[in-house]
């Protein structure tokens, strides 16, 4: 099917536990990024992708690695999880970067124990 | 950087009633303004946005409005049904280059009352 999707779904770790969070597009747009979600504070860009092998820092990078060899995926890693980071993700891709629409997967509830 | 301030962060209306989000944006240089609709266990979805070469864009129920001078805009839902009960989020943009990301208001979380 075409979109975007994101797995897992739901994922609970425990505190110092290395975790990857899928991301995967079918439309081949050249933008990809990486949101988290928190009461009060909106949507926080974490990471985003101009193209295969170009990542930047967003926002909030700290704790966070991302990569992009293909195109159509996005994963992001959470090195070495925190409590802190317990949160909703979403991944989002756009054809034109930040002068056009997002389109958002349904994003990903990370529980840090 | 571009600060994005959305208010109210709660809003509740009987069906029937309009409701008006608005949204203030720092940057002079923006010129993209989407709206998103997130519903419950959903990612955002893109529902309208504008750009600053015009003033008001409408799509049935659904307008937005852009006041470039005072940098906000502001989204305008007539005749409200339960369904429109959903998180709005605006967003604003310088939307060139890749380092221009759009920057994302804290929320407003509407309720319709049928």
């Known amino acids: 099917d075409a979109g975007i999707t994101q797995s897992p779904r739901y994922k609970i770790t425990e505190t110092g536990r290395q975790v990857t969070l899928m991301c995967h597009q079918t439309w081949s747009h050249s933008y990809m990024f990486w949101y988290r979600q928190d009461l009060g504070h909106g949507l926080r860009l974490i990471y985003y992708s101009a193209a295969a092998d170009i990542t930047d820092k967003g926002e909030v990078p700290d704790g966070y690695v991302v990569s992009r060899s293909k195109t159509e995926n996005f994963p992001l890693t959470l090195e070495s999880a925190t409590r802190s980071q317990t949160s909703v993700y979403f991944c989002?891709?756009?054809?034109?970067?930040?002068?056009?629409?997002?389109?958002f997967g349904s994003g990903t509830r990370l529980t840090v124990v | 950087g571009e600060n994005v301030e959305q208010h109210p962060s709660t809003l509740s209306v009987q069906e029937g009633d309009s409701a008006v989000i608005k949204c203030t944006y720092s940057d002079s240089a923006s010129n993209y303004f989407p709206w998103y609709k997130q519903e419950l266990g959903k990612g955002p979805q893109l529902i309208i946005d504008i750009r600053s070469n015009v003033g008001e864009k409408k799509d049935q129920r659904i307008a937005v409005t852009l006041n470039k001078t005072a940098k906000h805009f502001s989204l305008h839902i007539t005749e409200t049904q339960p369904e429109d009960s959903a998180v709005y989020f605006c967003?604003?943009?310088?939307?060139?280059?890749?380092?221009?990301?759009?920057?994302f208001g804290g929320g407003t979380r509407l309720m319709v009352k049928p």
């Open positions: 989002a891709s756009s054809e034109s970067g930040p002068g056009g629409g997002y389109t």
């Open positions: 967003a604003a943009s310088i939307g060139v280059g890749a380092g221009n990301m759009l920057t």
